[in-house]
């Protein structure tokens, strides 16, 4: 069948154009006579493009020289691990801001290795709106302070980097990087997953303040360690060569799309359309989030009857709009609208969404 | 430039049809309308994939239902420190046999989490022979027991899985998985980096005895257990999905190939061919290796003269012959003769090494 539009948060839609050239070189890559995953990660052709890759990302992002960018593995989920095992100590304490399902359980899956502070928590209002700044109870002396910018499942956003002192902010920006222009140097580690909004599953994105590499970390195996992957270029052993080419194409489309600045204006326009389209269906559509605090990157919807919802699943599917059933952590509707998603992608789910209200309204 | 004859130790040489399927299904896969690499894991499409991958592995392997197999990340090495994180508890041994850089390797991550006891060592003998298993100096109390079953960079193999009594025999097989039958049940664990035999790197096979996957481990974070990935068919969290993918289209290949036997019969006629041309080359070609432990899947050797060295890679990768260049270890030329690389491949590389020696013998 032909392209259909894809809502999926992840693994989620890339860019054609980036699917289109991975294609085309997919037998033979920079003039080798061979695929890019065919080459030795050690070979001058990957190297040179690895750079590259970085410098890209560097460009994109405008990271100041004094952070380290790591191309890793294991999911965000194994660095929710890694991150207290690295920028923590024993006996120390890191603060959790929980607004939705993985930041919780980036707390839950750091507590081997830190003593967890949680210094906010939304679950009691159901993670629809975010806790008040006034409201954190952060702690000065914790190794750091961990946010998830946006949360996936329950489709609430910062919409600025808190202000947290001098003690590092830690942000899983898994659904979010690259959505928009961001100031890095309020961060002191990025990390992302690259499957919504960087290249293919299996690559992990990691933007780390140089100085915290230096923090006297307990016994654990190299490979652990963030400061041996930044002193061996993230090839302390193979990295995920395939995933680091993509991420380089996805870059590139960046860059001819004009940038972080422009991508924002699109997934402002993107958002505010199907959010208007959704508070504009006389109910028969509703997103009950905090409006000022809703995803620009996921938007979760229901139906106002339930029984509806398997109808609306098979008719979108065979209307070519694939992957909007939500989490069933919530249940209902979920569209993500990452930057590979286009407008006419929006246009099409708006329109199908007004059709289907009309028929079983 | 077309394709050229590919020796890279991996990433190494994928199967020309395998690499034309994912080309061709690049956009548009299993009718779906997205990229394989655009799917939900959670998705039925990928869940009916990622079963079948697994059962044709176990077809292919013959792997006993009480072995679990597992879909991982993080490379080998990731693997030399999980596996005693999850073999030993605290104040337990294990043994290793270094037969290589890479047993050497998994002995020292492994320190930080198992007492080392390296039982064997051929270090001393340049690794050019096998250490024989009389004089192996096993601790019938050790967690297990660690090989690997190829050296990659020294070229050494083991013929047979040794017998360790009832201790469980731990296997990297990264650079030998698949090349030929063998008989699962004499391991406890096997682990394999795809990135030689199996598919592009950044995927881990890890197969498991399944009551393995009970003994009681250190605190640690759930991402970094077998049995929570054993748990859930290694969806704890998102796998490596293009890599999975890859992985099953490689198996139906060797499938098609006539599985390993077939496989056997070719690698043994491969590196045979080769290892006599070097043998019969009047000493302008050197390999040093005991030749009844030689790897069939990596063959390291010398010129007389190592000043030719230079000529020789420039003359072969202008002949279409990729990557002959050894690990900067040991020096020389190095061609690996993974499943992905054919007879004609094989012979092309004689017939140029032959042709080279006689203008520069």
């Not at 979010?176 to 690559?203: E, H």
């Not at 004009?258 to 269906?281: H, Q, T, V």
């Amino acid at each position: 069948m032909s392209r259909v539009w894809n809502f999926s948060a992840g693994p989620a839609a890339l860019p054609l154009p980036v699917l289109e050239r991975a294609q085309r070189e997919l037998l033979d890559w920079n003039g080798s006579g061979a695929s890019v995953m065919e080459q030795s990660h050690r070979g001058k052709r990957f190297i040179a493009m690895a750079a590259q890759v970085e410098a890209d990302l560097r460009e994109l992002m405008n990271i100041p020289s004094d952070y380290a960018v790591l191309f890793e593995q294991g999911g965000a989920t194994q660095h929710f691990a890694q991150i207290p095992m690295n920028l923590a100590g024993e006996g120390d304490t890191a603060d959790y801001i929980v607004t939705g399902h993985w930041s919780e359980k980036a707390a839950s899956e750091a507590a081997t290795y830190v003593g967890v502070n949680i210094a906010a928590n939304s679950k009691s209002e159901n993670y629809l709106r975010m806790p008040p700044r006034e409201w954190w109870k952060l702690n000065p002396g914790a190794a750091y302070v961990h946010i998830a910018t946006n949360e996936t499942i329950h489709g609430v956003e910062f919409q600025d980097a808190p202000d947290v002192g001098s003690v590092p902010l830690v942000a899983d920006m898994s659904s979010d990087i690259l959505s928009c222009p961001i100031d890095v140097s309020r961060f002191g580690l990025i990390y992302a997953g690259a499957q919504k909004n960087i290249g293919p599953s299996g690559l992990v994105l990691i933007i780390i303040r140089r100085d915290l590499l230096e923090r006297p970390v307990r016994p654990m195996a190299r490979i652990f360690r963030y400061a041996e992957h930044a002193a061996n270029d993230s090839m302390l052993n193979t990295p995920n060569t395939w995933g680091w080419y993509l991420a380089g194409l996805t870059f590139e489309w960046l860059k001819e799309r004009g940038g972080l600045s422009a991508m924002a204006e699109e997934n402002r326009k993107k958002s505010s359309a199907l959010y208007a389209a959704i508070d504009n269906s006389g109910g028969f559509y509703s997103n009950p989030i905090d409006t000022p605090v809703r995803s620009r990157m996921n938007v979760p919807f229901t139906l106002h009857d339930s029984a509806l919802d398997a109808a609306f699943l098979q008719e979108s599917e065979a209307a070519g709009l694939m992957a909007l059933k939500g989490h069933k952590a919530i249940g209902g509707m979920r569209a993500s609208l990452y930057n590979a998603v286009p407008y006419e992608a929006v246009e099409a789910l708006i329109a199908f969404m007004r059709d289907f209200s009309q028929r079983h309204g």
